[in-house]
Structures are given as structure tokens and as C-alpha cells.
């Protein structure tokens, strides 16, 4: 079942987002920020693949009456499929959840990959009428997406086709094997509680992005050794942390450029330079222009 255009719901639990991109693709947005659980239910298609972003905070997914439950941790992404029978949408968001949904009929996800289909284990012809579940780890590059995607304004100019390539450019990095990392080559990580650690000191950096704290002063505030932060990270996040950080600040800033809402002045502050040549300099070296060029370049 899906539903036309855009609605919100606000209400005492937090708020509901739904989009319709177009027939067959849906992206419901969720943002619990009160301190109380959040229930959501969405009949869906027997036909439709879900895919759950969850950005920060975490969720459980009930099936077969409530008999069956599937988490979801913050910083994590599940797909469900199951052509045999209907996947309802019965869940409980966390306190301070933020979580994105994407359903997206079985018909339409072909057509997008029908050159890759065979790399894609549920759409070669020996899966497609088996049921697929997955649960991963979100990657940076997709987090940053994300983040666009829970900022953008959703009565925003052409918001819809905005959603729609973002949620293109999540399956690109979702089902590119190459974009993510090996965690089982560094036994380290094996330990959920160390990665629970890690994912915990990207929150920070990213959260106080302006003024980050220092490697040794973050590794004793997420209670982690120097040293596993830094292997850690690197391994779990494909760089070490303030290069990650660094990346991130310049997919930002292209997005705060993009969005014209702010200066270049104003960007680099927000970011945390203390001079806006500081910034420039950044900005060219990650994209071989400067931030003045590229916001030219978006109305030529």
C-alpha cells in the first residue's frame, strides 16, 4: 500500500514523513525525540523490498503476530524481502530514534539493476523467490547521505526528485561490495562492544565537528585504547578519524553551498575554521575548486 505525494504527522511521540517518489517507491522519514517509545504500523506489499536506515537510536520490528522480533541498532541498515508472503510494517522506535524506510516494489528495484542483477544474490534467478534478510553496517559515505536526507526541507523545489537521488545514491554505495568495509579482517571488531565504542566516537566527531576533540581525549571518553581507535576505526570506517571527519565536513559544506542558504563565510565557520581562507584552501583541495566557483557553477 503507498501512498500519493507528501504528508507529515506531528504528534505527542515525534514525527512522520512520507513521501511517495512515484507509484511503487515510497520514503517515510521517522524522528522520535521524546524520551517514550514509538509505535508505527504500515501495511506493505507482497511485493515490495524494505530497506530500514536506521541513523541514530535503534527499533524492533515485529512479524507473525509479535511472535518473531528483528532489532535494529543505530548505525545500522536492514533489508527485508520475502515474496511468499506480506511483510506488515510493526515497529517500535527507541527514544531519540531518527530512522529512514525506503519501500520500493520488487518490479521497479529491477529495473534499476538489470544490468547488475546477478551481483545482487536476491534478484539472480536462483533467489528471486527466496525471502532475503540483511542486516549491515551503515558506511560514512552513506551516512552522509542520510543526514542530507533527514535536513532536507520536505516542501523544498523539486523535493521529491531530490529524495529520489539520494535514495539512488544510497543503493549505489548499499550494494557496491567494493565501498565497504571487511570488518572480519580485523578480529578486533569481531567484539561488538568495541564497535559499539567506535560508532560511538564517530557520533562525537561528527556531532562537535566545529571543535572535535583530540584523538587521545576521544579514545578515554568512549573508554577505548588509543591505539584500538585508531586501527578500529580505520578498519571499520575506511580512514582514520580526522580524515574521516575532514570528508565529511566537505560533503557538508558542498551540500550547505548547494542548498544556498548560507555564504562561504558562514559555511566555513559552521564547520569550525577559524579563517574562511582555511576553508577555501580545504574545499579546493578535496574538490580542485573553490567554494565561490561551485556555487557558480550550479546556475551556469
Not at 532536507?152 to 550494494?175: I, T
Amino acid at each position: 500500500m503507498f501512498v500519493s505525494n507528501l504528508h507529515i504527522k506531528n504528534n505527542a511521540m515525534g514525527v512522520e514523513q512520507v513521501c511517495q517518489i512515484e507509484t511503487g517507491f515510497l520514503v517515510l522519514q521517522y524522528d522520535n525525540s521524546t524520551s517514550s517509545e514509538q509505535a508505527i504500523s504500515r501495511e506493505v506489499d507482497i511485493n515490495c523490498i524494505q530497506f530500514h536506515f536506521c541513523f541514530k537510536g535503534g527499533a524492533s520490528f515485529f512479524f507473525n503476530n509479535g511472535s518473531y522480533t528483528l532489532p535494529i541498532t543505530d548505525e545500522h541498515v536492514l533489508l527485508l524481502y520475502n515474496p511468499q508472503r506480506s511483510l506488515p510494517m510493526q515497529a517500535r522506535l527507541a527514544p531519540q530514534t531518527k530512522m529512514i524506510s525506503i519501500l520500493i516494489s520488487i518490479q521497479k528495484f529491477h529495473a534499476l539493476f538489470s544490468h547488475e542483477a546477478e551481483t545482487i544474490s536476491f534478484l539472480n534467478d536462483e533467489n528471486i523467490n527466496k525471502k532475503y534478510y540483511q542486516d549491515q553496517i551503515i558506511s560514512p559515505a552513506m551516512a552522509v547521505i542520510l543526514s542530507q536526507m533527514l535536513q532536507h526541507e520536505p516542501d523544498a523545489l523539486m523535493g521529491r526528485l531530490y529524495l529520489k537521488a539520494k535514495v539512488y545514491e544510497l543503493f549505489s554505495l548499499y550494494f557496491n561490495p567494493d565501498k565497504q568495509s571487511d570488518i572480519a579482517q580485523c578480529p578486533f571488531l569481531a567484539d561488538e562492544e568495541n564497535v559499539r565504542k567506535i560508532h560511538r566516537a564517530k557520533q562525537i566527531v561528527v556531532e562537535r565537528m566545529a571543535e572535535p576533540p583530540s584523538l587521545p581525549a576521544l579514545a578515554e571518553e568512549v573508554g577505548i585504547s588509543l591505539k584500538r581507535l585508531k586501527d578500529g576505526f580505520k578498519q571499520l570506517y575506511g580512514a582514520p578519524v580526522f580524515q574521516f571527519l575532514l570528508d565529511y565536513k566537505m560533503e557538508t559544506a558542498r551540500q550547505m553551498l548547494s542548498n544556498g542558504s548560507q555564504n562561504v563565510n558562514e559555511v566555513g565557520l559552521k564547520l569550525g575554521y577559524s579563517t574562511s581562507s582555511h576553508f577555501i584552501a580545504a574545499f579546493k583541495k578535496k574538490y580542485g575548486t573553490t567554494p565561490k566557483k561551485y556555487i557558480m557553477s550550479l546556475s551556469s
